[in-house]
């Protein structure tokens, strides 16, 4: 081949190629984990309800809903997530699948996309790398980003939520917005598409715009200081906000939105918010070049006046506006109440009782995110600042507030970390890039010592990273086995409810996008924790009246429990330790944790007489209108060392009414043997006082002839009087509330 026809390829190209490679299999170490026993299995509990709206919306599209009838059963409930994410999932497989795409498509589809755009925003960081610093920092940054745990976790295989989009969406935006201060009015109406497009998948990504008014405000008082125009800021500003408008007015004039103005979801907030933000960046070039011949001081004291006077107008004529943009700012700041007992919500160095973690690399979520980047790239912060102390350019500028709000963010809730990943990844190839420059020169000495110093850097920080990831990906959140299985026969084991559903599932908020979507039935609580705290109360419920009434009202027919929920204890060393979620529970129904513990830290009356107790612990024992239908395989062992099923499901019925009469006061008992669908047997007993007449009523919730495989295994047996009487209860007598009389 002669070398006009030779093919040159740039060593950056065959970097990133290589690094696109590095990012592919990262993304695929889930995939034993998502490809099992003939199912595609979701992480975490988000994807299930992204999900849940990719098959809905396929049905209707392009129409999208808000108002979710099958969550906060049976009121439904707005949901705030704004529906590109799940729309896009939704178009790319009704194109796949020729408009008709199959679950398995449909599933196949919803799993790879997190992979897709992981890979995709490693190569937009090697772009808004090189673009702000130069092409070495760019290799150095988009590999660590490739490896990096933050990030891996959010573009796994399987973890099919908008995390990744936030972040492959801003990186995007905030590139054309740099490289539009240059003068290009195209990039700057592709930083507006982008921004644009966040807002219509993340109901956080006015925080985007907020990063950007920031710089720009900045840059405007640095350019008054050096009198240079800033000419180029109201344009890329003016084009960009403008252009994001009008991609939500296009969105808005076909898709549902609230005609309020809310940051909760798709609203008028949304578009006002664009509208200030365009005149704040004209307002600012406006004052520039009004105050010109003024000293440069002047600016940013005016500046901050009208922020002033401008806050004040809003609080007095916007006061929904101001209000929303607050409580945004509070939310994404940890400032709620209903984030308290969110795991991921925590601050980045506290626990959820406000201990400190200290900066211990083995304890601290620092570490699962970034490893020993963290530190690295907080060296390289200070190195970064300390070499731009006398003048920094606009990109760079852009990049330490971009890194500033980030880091604020992560620290305040720690689910952030993915957002910071970016600037972490990049500060620390920064700080790769000035080491090896200081140790790379001709001498062959100082060549040992760039190659001694580049197989440290290997093993601190490519290794530690990718290894993170690997462990990560080995135990991700996601169903067990057993709890897939038992939210399968959930739902081919109970009435279908269709459009308009007719009952709903009661459960802790913690499993209700699991049951929304594998058993497709209505829940009273899900993940978004609406309905949560009426679930708190049945479960804290200490009579069965009290519970039932919560069952009615939210027409509620079967309840799910499993072991996680209550007390379980564990030996620490030689101490005896009682956890469990159902403190959590307490907290929600406003309840002291405390008070089902006693003096000795163990459970305590209070606990063994509340609904969840009940049901699990005792196997609805004596219950009137509750009988277990179902128990999972998977095994553990009880508060009382007993055997027992993780999982029980229990239907709420009317019950049998066996009524009789015996002498004045005295006490009837029944009982009988149930059979679960896992052959273990118990006794059902119940028993009640009969009044002055010696009339009694007893409710038992058990058939012999049930469909259930979990059922009365014969007759009861009725005791009273001295008599022992056969008591046969039929499906038809337990679901009708039938009267049985016995002599």
Request: glycine fraction near 6%; hydrophobic fraction near 45%.
């Amino acid at each position: 081949m002669t070398k006009k026809n030779q093919i040159k390829i740039d060593n950056a190209v065959i970097y990133l190629l290589i690094i696109i490679l590095i990012s592919l299999i990262v993304r695929l170490f889930t995939y034993s984990q998502v490809f099992e026993q003939g199912r595609i299995v979701f992480l975490e509990t988000d994807p299930y309800y992204h999900m849940w709206r990719v098959f809905s919306y396929i049905g209707m599209f392009p129409k999208t809903f808000l108002f979710d009838p099958y969550i906060n059963y049976p009121y439904g409930a707005t949901v705030g997530w704004p529906p590109l994410f799940d729309q896009g999932i939704a178009l790319l497989s009704i194109i796949v699948g020729l408009g008709k795409p199959d679950v398995h498509l449909v599933e196949l589809t919803g799993a790879f996309i997190p992979v897709l755009l992981g890979v995709l925003s490693v190569i937009a960081v090697y772009y808004i790398a090189k673009e702000i610093f130069n092409e070495k920092i760019a290799i150095y940054s988009s590999i660590l980003l490739a490896v990096m745990p933050a990030h891996a976790q959010i573009s796994f295989l399987g973890f099919t939520d908008h995390h990744i989009a936030e972040v492959l969406l801003s990186v995007l935006a905030y590139l054309f917005f740099i490289r539009s201060l240059k003068g290009s009015s195209r990039y700057a109406i592709l930083s507006g598409i982008f921004i644009g497009i966040s807002l219509l998948t993340w109901i956080g990504a006015p925080i985007f715009i907020g990063i950007l008014l920031s710089y720009s405000a900045l840059q405007f008082i640095l350019d008054k200081k050096s009198g240079a125009p800033s000419n180029y800021i109201v344009r890329a500003g003016i084009i960009s906000f403008s252009t994001a408008l009008l991609i939500m007015l296009v969105f808005y004039l076909w898709t549902p939105w609230q005609k309020t103005i809310t940051t909760a979801t798709l609203s008028y907030f949304q578009l006002i918010y664009l509208v200030i933000s365009a005149a704040v960046i004209l307002l600012f070039g406006a004052i520039s070049s009004f105050m010109k011949k003024q000293k440069w001081y002047f600016y940013p004291v005016s500046i901050g006046i009208i922020i002033i006077l401008f806050l004040l107008f809003l609080i007095l004529a916007i006061p929904s506006f101001y209000q929303s943009i607050s409580g945004g700012i509070g939310y994404l700041l940890r400032d709620a109440p209903v984030l308290k007992q969110i795991s991921e919500a925590q601050p980045l160095f506290y626990t959820y009782d406000g201990i400190f973690l200290g900066w211990q690399w083995d304890k601290n979520p620092v570490w699962y995110s970034f490893t020993f980047s963290f530190y690295v790239a907080i060296i390289g912060l200070i190195w970064f600042l300390y070499s731009n102390r006398n003048g920094i350019d606009s990109g760079k500028l852009f990049f330490a507030i971009w890194t500033l709000v980030n880091f604020i963010l992560a620290l305040s809730q720690r689910r952030f970390t993915y957002m910071l990943a970016i600037n972490i990844a990049i500060l620390t190839g920064f700080s790769i890039y000035e080491v090896l420059e200081r140790t790379r020169h001709s001498e062959s000495r100082n060549k040992m010592i760039t190659f001694a110093v580049s197989i440290v850097l290997i093993f601190v920080l490519f290794i530690p990273n990718i290894a993170v990831s690997y462990q990560l990906s080995g135990y991700p959140p996601k169903p067990s086995d057993d709890w897939y299985d038992s939210l399968v026969w959930l739902e081919q084991n109970t009435p279908e409810t269709g459009n308009n559903p007719k009952y709903g599932i009661m459960t802790w908020w913690d499993y209700g996008n699991w049951i929304l979507y594998i058993s497709k039935r209505p829940v009273v609580a899900n993940n978004f924790q609406i309905g949560g705290d009426e679930a708190a109360r049945f479960y804290l419920a200490d009579n069965e009246t009290l519970a039932s009434s919560i069952m009615d009202a939210r027409k509620a027919r079967y309840v799910i429990v499993d072991r996680r929920m209550g007390l379980n204890k564990y030996m620490q060393g030689n101490q005896l330790v009682i956890t469990g979620t159902f403190f959590a529970v307490a907290d929600f129904a406003d309840k002291n944790p405390g008070m089902y513990l006693d003096k000795y830290n163990l459970p305590h009356q209070n606990y063994f007489q509340t609904m969840y107790s009940r049901l699990h612990v005792f196997d609805g024992n004596g219950l009137k209108s509750y009988r277990m239908i179902y128990e999972s395989k998977e095994k553990h062992y009880n508060l009382f060392d007993k055997p027992t099923q993780n999982i029980k499901i229990f239907e709420y019925v009317k019950g049998a009414r066996i009524t009789g009469n015996a002498s004045s006061n005295e006490t009837a008992y029944i009982s009988g043997k149930i059979i679960t669908n896992q052959n273990r047997q118990f006794e059902y007993i119940q028993e009640i006082k009969a009044n002055e007449k010696g009339y009694f009523e007893l409710v038992v919730p058990y058939s012999s002839d049930s469909h259930y495989e979990t059922r009365l295994l014969k007759n009861y047996e009725l005791t009273f009087s001295n008599s022992n009487i056969s008591v046969n209860v039929s499906e038809n007598d337990v679901l009708s509330g039938n009267i049985i009389k016995v002599n």
